[in-house]
């Protein structure tokens, strides 16, 4: 009775969690007259797929997919290098000052990004990098929690890979990318998994940094999107199921190793 009432319960919950994107996938698909009614329904009828194409050519999304997928993608490989270099040093090497230096890093996690605004817009504009691809990546290009779940990878590895390595005389660095990094990708697409998820949703600096459409990411361009068509609710359902779906598909391909690599850094 117990397993029928938790069942029963996570059934409920994951209807909750999934009843939204049921909801825009089925607005998504039907005619203008059907979406605002006094009696709403789930199932179109009939099925409008052209509210996809008409969606997709009123706005350059095209544009903004490739903007999307080329800052997540720099973003995610500089962050995974430089943040595995680092935690590498803060789990294996030994440095003075280490154990503080990492604290203080840890302590930056509790800095709202909203407060980084103003001083990384100021730097942003002295470097004459306003409204280009340097200007909205490179203040983003590592992320602490990167630095922080690789590194409670590496503390949970046998010290014995490690010295043997050193035995064969392999500088920190090939030790890191030749030895450590193929036993450990379940933490590096994990990690590379909530960088790019996080950069492709970013919003807010790209807004603030850019006043170029051709930089527009897929949010800016939603939004623009939202603010063009007006009350077309099908075709804004539409535009934001395709928008969804790159993460859809990049989290379904690295799920498995998303789970083991929370697993095994022992983040709770």
Known sequence: MRKVLIYLALTVVTLFVLGP??????????????????????WPHPFEWRNYAAAWTSAPFARYFLNSLFISGVETVFDLTLGAMAAYAFARINFAGKRPLFLALLATLMVPGELLLIPNYITIAKLHWMSTYQGIIVPWLISVFTIFLMRQFFLSMPSEVFEAAEMDGLNPVRTLFQVVMPLTKPVWITAGLIKFIGSWNSFLWVVVI??????????????NFTSDVGTEYNQLMAAATFCMVPLAIVFLIGQRYFIEGIARSGIR
Not at 32 to 37: K, N, R, S, Y
Not at 210 to 223: K, Y
């Open 21 to 42: 994107f049921i909801w825009m996938l089925s607005t998504s698909l039907k005619p203008a007259g059907q979406v605002l009614t006094t009696t709403p329904s789930l």
């Open 210 to 223: 850019s006043n170029s459409q051709s930089l527009d990411t897929v949010p800016v361009g939603l939004m």
